[in-house]
């Protein structure tokens, strides 16, 4: 429900619910179904390959949504900003 009333190209990371130690992604983008869901596979990260590095190199994921903790709000930045320094 946080995404659907955001820009294609926002996105959520959060640990899988179906599958353990697996990263999941919910997005937005301008086809009929708003938000779509992402499962990264074990292979799409490795030694090689970190997190940051797979969202950079996916177009449709642009802009980051982030729970702060402590306040409870969510904010957005483009995922440059946040993991700038993390990428190989």
């Known amino acids: 429900s946080i995404l659907q009333s955001e820009p294609p190209g ?7 619910d179906s599958s353990a130690g697996s990263f999941a ?3 937005t ?4 179904e ?3 869901h ?3 596979k074990p292979e799409e990260i490795s ?7 797979f969202l950079r190199d996916k ?3 642009d802009m980051i ?3 702060h903790v402590v306040s409870g709000k969510l904010t957005k930045s483009h995922k440059d900003e946040i993991f700038e320094g993390q990428y190989y």
């Open 25 to 27: 992604i919910a997005y």
């Open 59 to 61: 177009p449709q994921f």
């Open 29 to 32: 983008d301008n086809s009929k």
């Open 38 to 40: 992402y499962l990264i």
């Open 10 to 16: 926002t996105f959520i990371v959060r640990f899988s």
């Open 47 to 53: 030694s090689n390959k970190s997190l940051p590095d």
């Open 34 to 36: 708003k938000v779509k």
């Open 65 to 67: 949504t982030r729970l």
